[in-house]
């Protein structure tokens, strides 16, 4: 039982001590997992008398304790003094922050201090309908790449989905893994979000990597190691973050990935030991300096093919980080110790879900002016025309499972969503990007309805798009406001829907809770709502073959009043696999299942062109949503 006392502290450092489950029950969280969530936000909850100290500093605490971020053309009450613009301007301040303050970043130097005062905008431009591909890069294989997709298969990728008048391309997480074998395979645990994993330059030569029925991620980094020379010199890089990350990567190859179990005076990157290691192991310092580099350069030229599409390139920006990584070591002062976040318990996960990765602790980012959260956002738009918010109700809150905790051990805590969003539109809009947030599941309200005041979309998924009984919608009742596609990453693939592989192979792998015949029975039931919703539609005939049925899901993707539609080339050239079956490990080939066409011969394949035919002819109904505001 959680007392009065204790919700509020709680409550006034953004930690649940209750909160709405899968079935929209209030569900409490243990006494004893608030204290330890609050005990990692240095807050001392351990008796009452703790307790009501900590309250009372609360209570004491002011806005320059963090930084003020403001929409523009609010108002806002500060301490006097005076303003320093981002133009390098000074305005002195009193009392209220004037409403025609320009956007950006800016900083305010009063009797306490210096605060961060971040200008952001209402919302960003709204995009114009378009479609385009949802690309595993890695997946892509041609003749001139060496056993994986690479950045210059992605740039005659580009090329060609331009011709045919696509829009964009929403890419995987190119984020950089750690260097070493085995190679991690998911691009969702990176060991940094700022940075390139090299596994996807193009190198020229003749492949030594054969061809295989999976992707062998080693065999390709090892082959392309062995060939990529690097810089003649060991000059380590003027740029301090790439110097950081380059000096992580080179200590990392001595002492192992996890940093957490290096050397204890080479555990935090300011120190002397470090600067020490940095200069002893310059020519490596320097070669993964080189990398990036070259990833970067590699990047812009695919940039560059994407000139002719309205949105381009779109990166997939991941919930965390490997907490023993590059990212974990070098932002260990703004990052949650010990914390790992995931999501509570659900229908499928019935003890929840820890997905190992670290994450920000809110005081201590907005300490810092969210200059780490402004760098990660402002990297991901580099190269881009658009972002993909992985699980973007993380902006609002996260679900942090303590250390030594499972995932049923822990609690929500809130996160100043104004700023995460504000500062993600401040980056999109000086970027020209577009925003698209990953909001499939149960979310608060708050979530969708904040992305679309910004003019940012949400998703919609095929596969969920029901109505309360359970019957597919029909597609004029799809969102406007959303990026629309058949399926995702984690779920069933077209072919795999229709043909129910995604029964059998989990009752191969033994993942199912009741038998198989009665998980088939209910997918053979969602199948025949879903063929009598498209027959209706006339989009396929009484008796529709495999080919015919995945058109008629691409013509009812079509129909959708969606801003944004998005196709799947697993989808459109029949491949049964999902790209990841979430639950599992090595006993399914997650990340690692190549196309089965070749990139020579995917756009010639009949159903891409018919795919691309149907999409390049989409007309939308004349709903007045789609000008730019």
Known sequence: MIDPLLERLAAAHGVATEYENWQRRPTAIARETVVEILRLLDVDASSPAAIR????EASARTATH?????TEGDAHAVPDGLLILEDG????MAATLPR???????RLVHAGGETAVIVTPARIARPAPTWGWMLQLYALRSSGSWGMGDFGDLASFVQRSSSDGAGFVLLNPLHAVAPGHPVPASPYSPTSRRFINPLYLRVDGPSPVPPGELIDYDAVWAAKSAVLAGPSSAAVPSDPALRDFATYCA???????NWREWPADLRHPSSEAVAVARFELASRVAFHAWLQEQCDEQLAAVRAAAAGMPIGIVQ??????DPGGADGWLLQDVLADGVRVGAPPDAFNQLGQDWGLATWRPDRLAAAGYAPYRDLVRAMLRHAGGLRVDHVAGLWRLWWVPPGGTAADGTYVRYDSAAMVGILALEASRAGAVVVGEDLGTVLPEVTEGLAARNMLGCEVLWFARSRDGSFVPPLSWPVDALATVSTHDLPTAAGYLTGEHVSVRARLGQLTRPEAEEQADADADRSLL?????????VGASPSLDELILGLHKLLAATPSTLVAVSPYDAVGETRQPNLPGTMDEYPNWRIPLPVALEDLFDHPRVRAIVAILKSRTLPDLGLHEVS
Request: proline residues 5%; glycine residues 12%.
């Open 531 to 539: 063929v009598s919703l498209l027959r209706s539609l006339g989009f």
């Open 316 to 321: 997939d920006l991941a919930v965390g980080i």
């Open 100 to 106: 025609d303050l320009p956007l950006g970043y800016h």
């Open 66 to 70: 963090g930084a003020i971020v403001v």
């Open 251 to 257: 200590l990392a190859e001595v002492h192992g990935r």
């Open 89 to 92: 301007r000074e305005r002195p």
């Open 53 to 56: 100290a900590a309250l009372a």
